[in-house]
């Protein structure tokens, strides 16, 4: 079986990032990861990533006068590296329509609702000022329209009262890890038989 080689984008800590790692290191699981990208210095998942040897990048976007630039730098990157699927693990940049466009149906995002509702930051917040009692994560495709893409998968969690925003978004972290993975699989899965 091929594996699909995959990048991985971070800005932060990058939990969702080491369990897709730790993923693949199942010898049948249809991906590798070849590369990670951080837009941010000194961002906590680069260490796990080069603990796990694999190669590391960071690019920051301050140091680019356009998103255009910042994130031509980061396709030439990818394509280097010979990577066929992004995901998106807490990479906080929005990516222009162009670049989304370059890799449609190779771009993945997990997102801490079950889109479509709650789209952007605070999605806890959000969930608890709305008043839902099931919240949870999606995997989605990205499109050029915030976290409109098509959805590839979903996990719910109730809502409790008392919850606050940290008990709910740990709860939610707790499905995302389970599902990106599986999310991932199924997706390179796909391309690998192309």
Not at 146 to 172: H, K, M
């Amino acid at each position: 079986m091929r594996r699909v080689r995959t990048g991985i984008l971070i800005s932060g800590r990058g939990t969702n990032m080491a369990a897709l790692i730790e993923a693949t290191k199942a010898p049948d699981y249809p991906a590798e990861i070849v590369l990670v990208i951080s837009n941010v210095e000194g961002a906590g998942g680069l260490a796990v990533a080069e603990s796990n040897g694999i190669k590391v990048l960071t690019i920051k976007h301050r140091d680019f006068a356009t998103r255009e630039a910042f994130e031509a730098v980061l396709d030439i990157a990818l394509t280097g590296a010979g990577v066929e699927l992004i995901c998106l693990a807490g990479f906080m940049r929005i990516l222009s329509g162009s670049f989304i466009e370059r890799w449609q149906g190779h771009l993945l995002n997990i997102h801490p609702s079950l889109l479509p509702q709650f789209r952007g930051l605070h999605t806890h917040e959000q969930a608890l000022s709305a008043g839902v009692k099931t919240h949870g994560c999606t995997v989605h495709h990205v499109v050029p329209e915030l976290d409109a893409g098509p959805i590839i998968a979903q996990s719910t969690v109730p809502v409790f009262d008392g919850d606050t925003a940290d008990t709910l978004a740990s709860r939610v972290l707790a499905e995302e890890i389970k599902l990106y993975p599986s999310s991932l699989a199924k997706i390179a899965k796909s391309l690998s038989a192309l």
